[in-house]
């Protein structure tokens, strides 16, 4: 097949849906994949109210941030709140922790990870359901630290 045949029939894909296209000409294979993208839409202006909304809502986020150290996932797995499924939590919502305190596992490529509190306080959230997936950065625990 000729460079300026591939160069055509690129060229006619282009304006089409068409992502695949498999071609055999005089025992000679030629094969042309395009992912497919699709129009970026164009977001109606918005009123000033929800952008006055949403720096409120981030406003009082900083506050509770503020009030709570929040424990996050320093890696990516499962979470489990006991070592073990007949065990029982290894904490619960309104439990006092120390600075070191195992909080929960993290299992990663079969290894358990314990990941322990940073300070001396109270759990006041679980953010993560037992045997759900984390993310890296997920937030797992609010705790309001000891004064």
Same mark, same amino acid.
């Given at each position: 097949?000729?460079?300026?045949? @591939?160069? %055509?029939?690129?060229?006619? !894909? ?15 294979? !030629?094969? @042309? ?28 986020? *900083? ?11 320093? @890696?990516? /797995? ?6 073990? &499924?007949?065990? &029982?939590?290894?904490?619960? *919502? /309104? ?12 299992? *990663? ?17 679980? !953010? @993560?359901? %037992?045997?759900? &997936?984390?993310?890296? /950065? ?6 309001? &630290?000891?004064?």
């Amino acid at each position: 097949m000729e460079l300026n045949e @591939i160069r %055509n029939l690129i060229e006619l !894909l282009k304006d089409t849906d068409i992502t695949e296209l498999q071609i055999e000409k005089e025992g000679s294979k !030629l094969k @042309i994949k395009r992912e497919k993208f699709f129009p970026s839409f164009e977001a109606a202006p918005s009123t000033v109210r929800p952008v006055v909304e949403e720096i409120k809502a981030t406003k009082e986020e *900083a506050v509770v941030e503020q009030k709570f150290v929040t424990i996050t996932s320093p @890696i990516v /797995g499962i979470f489990h709140r006991a070592p073990s &499924p007949e065990s &029982p939590p290894f904490v619960e *919502a /309104g439990s006092s922790v120390k600075k070191g305190q195992v909080l929960c596992i993290i299992e *990663a490529m079969k290894l358990m990870n314990e990941i322990e509190s940073d300070t001396d306080g109270i759990i006041s959230q679980i !953010l @993560i359901e %037992n045997g759900h &997936p984390v993310e890296y /950065g997920e937030p797992l625990f609010r705790i309001e &630290p000891m004064s």
